[in-house]
């Protein structure tokens, strides 16, 4: 079975030997000034019809048109082919001392001289063409090239091009991009093995989720055939508030599952910082990578940057309210599911809870609830003691789910330390005062 990765090769080879012939004509009509001037779009591209590749669909997507095709190819270069235009740049030198090669950008291709490859000498054609770089464009707004812009939202000709890690992956190995865990995107991807039916909660808890997976399902119905993008706001936001160990986080990566979402916890702990911008910055480089994405951003623990603000008293407080309102427009802006978990809803600024589309409530589990969570977390390769009461352990312990799975991994492990499957009142019992000493509170 070939591999999407394969279908990659097979086309960009052609592509680049394509692109590389263009090249050589570009150079032929600069150095000889030849009239009339190279059309790009009158050139013939490779067929792409033999067999289908992820890079095939982005040229579909683009109506095929040869500018952004070249553009493309020439962002690719540094990433499969370094040596690429170094090696057509010395044959061309090579060829013609007379007339060196015109933008000499060694390895790294940049705007100014994908222009040059697309526009030559012709002034018109070139401002035709750079206006490919402006937001809103297809390469742009599909999230295919990162452009930088100076403080005039001009383009900077000079940068390199850069294609985005996205399609990065999706054109070469043929896959989704998953980013790492890095001081750049401080957030991990959570997973869970387990599904709905391991997931304990109320009925009407369990309805409110439910809104996020409809939302997820039929959204582009919703905003762009039902035409609604101008009067509902983009993406989905959703508070989870309630006591630890209640299913919060649990949810998430089931929804995440369910979906085929990817679920990326943030690390606040590396999102906050003490200087002046770092934090606006940080999250910016959040919401930036996760725009556009089938993505979930899972803020756990978020009082500690959503929380209330406070009565201006320094300039500290003044700084802080300022973070809350840039937390704001990113939140209203960012067209994705965004997810915040708090133990107490109170504790979440009132300015945010108003821009959710649905705040939900985790409570602590009902007597029948942790009876059914009891029964069916302990292994299937255990068994229980004859004096274990699951009914009476559960009416008389309120616990959290998350509680009740540690109790029963501190049960499961002294059976293991007995050298025995079989699981003790006793262990039972003391597992749960261990819990119940973590708060405070005495059996």
């Not at 452009?147 to 939202?153: K, L, V």
């Not at 919703?222 to 508030?241: M, N, T």
């Not at 480089?285 to 993505?295: L, P, R, T, V, Y």
Request: charged residues 20%; negative net charge; aromatic residues 10%.
């Amino acid at each position: 079975m070939v591999k999407p990765y394969q279908y990659n090769a097979r086309h960009l080879e052609n592509e680049l030997q394509w692109l590389a012939d263009v090249i050589r004509q570009r150079y032929v009509c600069h150095r000889d000034n030849k009239k009339p001037d190279l059309d790009i779009e009158d050139l013939t591209a490779p067929d792409l019809s033999a067999f289908d590749s992820i890079y095939k669909t982005v040229v579909i997507e683009c109506n095929r048109i040869n500018a952004v095709r070249i553009v493309l190819l020439l962002a690719l270069i540094p990433n499969i082919r370094p040596f690429f235009l170094d090696d057509i740049t010395n044959a061309l030198v090579n060829s013609s001392a007379e007339n060196a090669w015109p933008a000499k950008a060694g390895t790294v291709p940049t705007i100014d001289l994908a222009l040059f490859i697309l526009a030559g000498d012709n002034l018109e054609k070139r401002f035709y063409y750079q206006q490919m770089f402006s937001p809103g464009t297809f390469l742009i707004q599909n999230g295919i090239l990162i452009i930088d812009c100076d403080s005039a939202h001009e383009i900077q000709l000079q940068q390199p091009l850069k294609i985005s890690p996205e399609y990065l992956s999706l054109l070469t190995v043929g896959k989704p991009y998953k980013p790492g865990f890095s001081m750049a995107f401080p957030a991990k991807r959570i997973e869970t093995g387990l599904d709905w039916s391991d997931l304990v909660l109320s009925n009407s808890t369990l309805e409110q989720v439910n809104e996020i997976n409809l939302w997820i399902r039929h959204s582009k119905t919703l905003l762009h055939e039902w035409g609604l993008e101008k009067r509902l706001a983009p993406g989905y936001k959703v508070l989870f508030y309630g006591p630890p160990g209640t299913g919060k986080t649990f949810t998430a990566s089931l929804i995440g599952k369910q979906t085929g979402f990817d679920v990326y916890r943030i690390d606040l702990s590396m999102v906050i910082s003490k200087y002046i911008g770092e934090t606006e910055k940080n999250l910016s480089g959040i919401f930036n990578a996760a725009s556009d994405k089938e993505w979930i951003l899972f803020f756990d623990e978020a009082d500690a940057l959503f929380g209330k603000r406070s009565d201006l008293k320094d300039s500290h407080d003044r700084y802080a309210n300022q973070e809350v309102a840039y937390l704001l427009q990113k939140i209203e802006e960012h067209n994705g599911v965004v997810i915040l978990s708090s133990n107490m809803r109170s504790n979440i600024d009132d300015a945010f809870t108003r821009r959710f589309q649905n705040v939900i409530h985790f409570a602590m589990p009902t007597a029948a609830e942790r009876l059914q969570i009891w029964q069916q977390a302990f292994s299937i390769k255990t068994v229980l003691a004859g004096n274990v009461n699951l009914e009476y352990v559960a009416a008389q312990y309120e616990l959290s789910g998350g509680a009740i799975m540690n109790v029963i991994r501190y049960a499961s492990l002294k059976a293991l330390e007995q050298s025995s499957n079989i699981i003790q009142m006793h262990d039972i019992v003391k597992g749960i005062r261990r819990e119940y000493n973590k708060e405070g509170r005495t059996v």
